[in-house]
């Protein structure tokens, strides 16, 4: 039984699309459940000069995971997460490290970037400045 050329390539192109579409949101679950992601989010929710830029409700978008900037290894993770509310958008910036696999995450610093270039520091680790 031979099947149509056109159909094989048809069903095997859905089969791919499918594949990756289901890949791509599996990946962004991972990030978006890892400690260091929710722990930033948390501190972006807390922070009230944030806020007062962003304005509420924030909405936080699905990360560009070509972006060079977004990776994660052994020991450090750095991402760039996109957010928005009704008065502006911009970028949230986590930089996190760890002593080890299998160790916990640890945030270094997390700052708002805003579409015109402000920056808001939202975490830095005690005893390094003025944000939380």
Not at 80 to 97: A, Q, T
Not at 100 to 106: A, L, T, Y
Request: with cysteine; aromatic share 12%; proline share 6%.
């Amino acid at each position: 039984m031979s099947v149509p050329l056109g159909k094989l390539v048809f069903f095997s192109s859905v089969a791919t699309s499918g594949t990756c579409t289901l890949l791509y949101f599996l990946i962004q679950k991972m990030f978006s459940r890892a400690s260091y992601y929710q722990l930033a989010l948390e501190h972006l929710h807390s922070h009230a000069e944030a806020l007062e830029a962003l304005g509420t409700p924030l909405s936080v978008h699905y990360l560009q995971l070509t972006d060079k900037y977004n990776f994660e290894d052994i020991a450090d993770a750095q991402l760039r997460i996109p957010v928005s509310g009704p008065k502006s958008e911009g970028h949230l910036y986590v930089s996190s490290s760890r002593e080890g696999p299998f160790r916990r995450w640890n945030l270094q610093e997390v700052f708002l970037e805003l579409r015109d270039g402000h920056r808001i520091p939202v975490f830095k680790p005690s005893g390094e400045g003025p944000a939380r």
